[in-house]
Structure formats: structure tokens, C-alpha cells
């Protein structure tokens, strides 16, 4: 009796072992490969979401409530900075949305990239659509989420997915009253006041 028992036992045991050592083999071999993915991913949308830079600092942490932030200096051909790039988060119907969002420096948005979602197929995932994302092109202040008819500093909800459409607008509403206090300081700074007066 004791026999049956033992050898299902230990060989699922074994087998739970082995698959254990192959996750963990598999993890290792693909985590610098993921990475490098990522970090190519966030250098295109960079560009994508302030085209006007020719390249773009190393990232800056901002803590906002306890949250940080990253923030990056898109900067012009001679090293000037000529606009910002916020990575956010909101939370969506799915989960957290990361969104990247260029802001020039008059504090009007020039670009809005999806990052990661999980949202709804067909519905929450239309957020990452060029024509939803194309709305915030230019727009600066709070922007609000409506139905119908969006005008001004409105965004027209994506139909059956307006907590989504909430989660993208909520990220870059973020990324816009972070730029006012980064943009503060680079019009203060000694290099930028120089660059002016020349």
C-alpha cells in the first residue's frame, strides 16, 4: 500500500523539480533579451511622441504622491531642450495602463504612445488606436472624457470603453501638470537663459 503511494509521489515531485529548474533556465536566458526589447520599444515611442528631437537625456525620476515617475529632455540638435517625455500610469478596466506622452514646451502635448495595457479586446484595446490617441495632439491643460461631441480640452470616449479611454486621458492629464514644474526649471536654468539671449 505504502509503495502505491510513494512512487506517483516522487515522481511527481521529480517532475515538479525539473519544471521548476527549466522555468528558471528559460527566465534567464530570456530577461536581458525582454529588456533590450523594452528599452528599444521606449526609444521608438520617445521618438514617436516628440518627433521634433534629436535625441533625449537619461531618465529623470519625479515623485508626485508618493508615486515616481520617469521623465526624459527631448533635446534638440545642439543639446538644448526643446520638450519633454512623461512615462504615467492610470489604473484602466483591466489593469494599469503606461503611457508615454510628449509635451512641448509651451506645455501642449505632441504625442501619445500605449505603452502596456490588458484591456478588453475590441473594446478597452481601441486606446491604443492612432485615431483615439491622435485626439490629444496639441492639447494642453486638463483634458476631461466625453461621450459626444468633444470640443476644446475634451477627448471623445472610446464607445463601450470609457473607464479605458478615463485611464489614457487620467495619464496624460498627469504627464501635462508634471511638465509644468519640469519646464519651470528649465526656463531657470543658466543655459537655457543663456541660449535665449543669443
Same mark, same amino acid.
Given at each position: 500500500?505504502?509503495?502505491?503511494?510513494?512512487? $506517483?509521489?516522487?515522481?511527481?515531485?521529480?517532475?515538479?523539480?525539473?519544471?521548476?529548474?527549466?522555468?528558471?533556465?528559460?527566465?534567464?536566458?530570456?530577461?536581458?533579451?525582454?529588456?533590450?526589447?523594452?528599452?528599444?520599444? +521606449?526609444?521608438? *515611442?520617445?521618438?514617436?511622441?516628440?518627433? +521634433?528631437?534629436?535625441?533625449?537625456?537619461?531618465? /529623470?525620476?519625479?515623485?508626485?504622491?508618493?508615486?515616481?515617475?520617469?521623465?526624459?529632455?527631448?533635446?534638440?540638435?545642439?543639446?538644448? *531642450?526643446?520638450?519633454?517625455?512623461?512615462?504615467?500610469?492610470?489604473?484602466?478596466?483591466? !489593469?494599469?495602463?503606461?503611457?508615454?506622452?510628449?509635451?512641448?514646451? /509651451?506645455?501642449?502635448?505632441?504625442?501619445?504612445?500605449?505603452?502596456?495595457?490588458? +484591456?478588453?479586446? !475590441?473594446?478597452?484595446?481601441?486606446?491604443?488606436?492612432?485615431?483615439?490617441?491622435?485626439?490629444?495632439?496639441?492639447?494642453?491643460?486638463?483634458?476631461?472624457?466625453?461621450?459626444?461631441?468633444?470640443?476644446?480640452?475634451?477627448?471623445?470616449?472610446?464607445? !463601450?470603453?470609457?473607464?479605458?479611454?478615463?485611464?489614457?486621458?487620467?495619464?496624460?492629464?498627469? *504627464?501635462?501638470?508634471?511638465?509644468?514644474?519640469?519646464?519651470?526649471?528649465?526656463?531657470?536654468? $543658466?543655459?537655457? +537663459?543663456?541660449?535665449?539671449?543669443?
Amino acid at each position: 500500500m505504502k509503495k502505491n503511494i510513494v512512487i $506517483p509521489t516522487v515522481t511527481l515531485f521529480l517532475i515538479c523539480l525539473v519544471m521548476t529548474a527549466l522555468m528558471a533556465l528559460t527566465n534567464s536566458v530570456t530577461a536581458p533579451w525582454i529588456a533590450a526589447l523594452t528599452a528599444d520599444s +521606449e526609444v521608438s *515611442a520617445k521618438q514617436q511622441v516628440l518627433p +521634433e528631437a534629436a535625441a533625449f537625456s537619461e531618465a /529623470k525620476q519625479l515623485k508626485k504622491d508618493g508615486e515616481i515617475y520617469s521623465c526624459y529632455e527631448g533635446l534638440d540638435g545642439a543639446g538644448r *531642450a526643446i520638450g519633454l517625455v512623461f512615462v504615467t500610469t492610470a489604473k484602466g478596466y483591466g !489593469g494599469d495602463i503606461r503611457v508615454m506622452t510628449g509635451i512641448d514646451l /509651451k506645455g501642449a502635448v505632441t504625442g501619445v504612445q500605449i505603452l502596456s495595457m490588458n +484591456e478588453t479586446p !475590441g473594446l478597452g484595446s481601441k486606446a491604443q488606436d492612432d485615431g483615439f490617441l491622435a485626439q490629444f495632439l496639441g492639447k494642453a491643460g486638463k483634458l476631461q472624457v466625453v461621450k459626444s461631441q468633444a470640443d476644446g480640452n475634451e477627448i471623445l470616449a472610446i464607445t !463601450g470603453a470609457t473607464i479605458s479611454s478615463r485611464a489614457v486621458t487620467d495619464a496624460v492629464n498627469l *504627464a501635462i501638470e508634471l511638465s509644468q514644474a519640469v519646464v519651470g526649471a528649465i526656463h531657470e536654468s $543658466p543655459a537655457q +537663459e543663456t541660449g535665449g539671449n543669443k
